[in-house]
Every structure is written in structure tokens, then in C-alpha cells.
């Protein structure tokens, strides 16, 4: 029987402690994971205070929106990574097992220049709201630092498809039919 991509029972998406990249993804996972906290704690104080006491958090809205972007596109080099995106895999059924190495190298290579392009336009929109002093209406917090965060994400995230590119050629990408481990 030939092994099947989205087979949850041989898909490993866990990355290995000596993995070059991993402190660089647990650093995406740790600060996504305590902005989503911070999120939650900053919603049940603002449910709390509309409902029980008719005063909800000033610039709630504000902060869930520059915190929504936070989270993003911290765990975004992560889910480049691990590739968990979400995919539609109509045609995986009927790929032959050996032609998976080339389609996710072709794949990633073209993802790491779309996402430094990415990259490359959100750093030259942060630069325009620095000129221009860009900030939320209410708490008056510049958006330029959290736009240069994406831009920076963005990078890494490109960084993370090309070590996917070079984890299938030599057969060891996280979808890859014969591969042993997921380290480059």
C-alpha cells in the first residue's frame, strides 16, 4: 500500500530538539501563544466590565485588532514550516508517491518568493506610516511596529519554505513519501 500525503497516522509535524530551526519556532509559539492569552484575558475583562458594571475597556476593539496580526503572523514561519496549511488536496490521491519530493520543492520555492515579496511591500508600507504618524483613533498606538513585525514574519516565513526545499531534496520534508525524520 502507498503511503498517502494527508494520512494523519504518518504525517509528523513535530519538529526535533536539535533541529536547527526549532528555537526559532518555539520563539513564534511562545510569543503567539502569550498574545492569544493576553487576548482572552483582555475579552473577559471587557465582558465583565459591559455587562456587570455598563463600562467596557477603552480601545478593546483597538487592541484586538493589532493583537489578531500579533498572533498571526508570529506562528505564521511555524505553520510555513511544519506545512499545516490549510490545503485542498484533490489531486494528492492520484499522485504517484515519487513525484511528491518535486511538487513540494517547486511549491515551496515559489511560496518563499512570494512571501519575501510579501515581505519586501508590508516593510515599504510600515515606512509610509512612520512618514505619516499612522496610529489607532483611540490609544493613539503607532501601527509601524506591528507592520514591521509582519514584514520581519513574513521574511522568516520565506526562510522557512526555502529549509522546506532543502529538507525534500534530500527526502525529508514533512510530506515526503520515504522520509526518516523531519530535520534538514
Known amino acids: 500500500m502507498s503511503h498517502r500525503v494527508n494520512d494523519p497516522a504518518t504525517v509528523d509535524h513535530s519538529v526535533p530538539s536539535s533541529d536547527s530551526a526549532s528555537a526559532w519556532l518555539k520563539f513564534g509559539d511562545g510569543a503567539s501563544s502569550i498574545v492569544l492569552f493576553a487576548l482572552m484575558g483582555m475579552t473577559c475583562i471587557d465582558v465583565i466590565g459591559r455587562y456587570f458594571f455598563n463600562s467596557p475597556l477603552d480601545g478593546a476593539t483597538e487592541l484586538t485588532q493589532l493583537m489578531m496580526g500579533l498572533i498571526v503572523f508570529a506562528i505564521l514561519p511555524t505553520v510555513c514550516y511544519r506545512e499545516e496549511h490549510v490545503s485542498v488536496d484533490l489531486l494528492d490521491l492520484w499522485m504517484p508517491d515519487n513525484w511528491i519530493n518535486i511538487r513540494q520543492i517547486i511549491l515551496n520555492l515559489l511560496m ?33 511596529p506591528i507592520t514591521y513585525f509582519i514584514a520581519g514574519m513574513s521574511a522568516v516565513a520565506s526562510i522557512a519554505f526555502l529549509l522546506n526545499t532543502l529538507r525534500y531534496m534530500r527526502g525529508k520534508g514533512p510530506m515526503s513519501p520515504d522520509r526518516s525524520t523531519t530535520a534538514i
Request: aromatic residues 22%.
Open 112 to 144: 518563499a518568493i512570494m512571501m519575501i515579496f510579501v515581505a519586501w511591500r508590508v516593510w515599504i508600507s510600515a515606512n509610509f506610516m512612520v512618514d505619516y504618524g499612522d496610529a489607532t483613533e483611540f490609544l493613539a498606538i503607532p501601527y509601524a
